[in-house]
């Protein structure tokens, strides 16, 4: 699949990289969350916009170790 153009793409890529891997989501329920918001299997297929909502989302998301925590 090709790369999209825009410039800040690699980035927005690692940067949600490093949400996934917090979040301790795995490739398949990365996939499954774009099928089911954006209908993709893959963020190479995302616009920009939805790039950054996707990256946003995750940002947002509490960590599992994070809510453990707070429910002791």
């Known amino acids: ?3 999209p153009p825009y410039p800040n793409f690699d980035d ?3 940067k949600t990289d ?4 917090r979040l301790g989501w795995t490739v398949e329920q990365g996939r499954e969350h ?3 918001f ?3 299997r ?3 297929s995302l616009s920009l916009d939805q790039l950054e909502n996707f990256l946003l989302y995750l ?3 509490d960590s599992p170790s994070s ?3 707070s429910q002791l």
């Open 59 to 61: 940002q947002l998301t």
């Open 1 to 3: 699949m090709q790369k």
């Open 67 to 69: 809510d453990a925590q």
């Open 12 to 14: 927005l890529i690692n």
């Open 18 to 21: 490093v949400e996934m891997q």
């Open 34 to 36: 774009l099928m089911k």
């Open 42 to 44: 893959s963020r190479y």
């Open 38 to 40: 954006y209908s993709v």
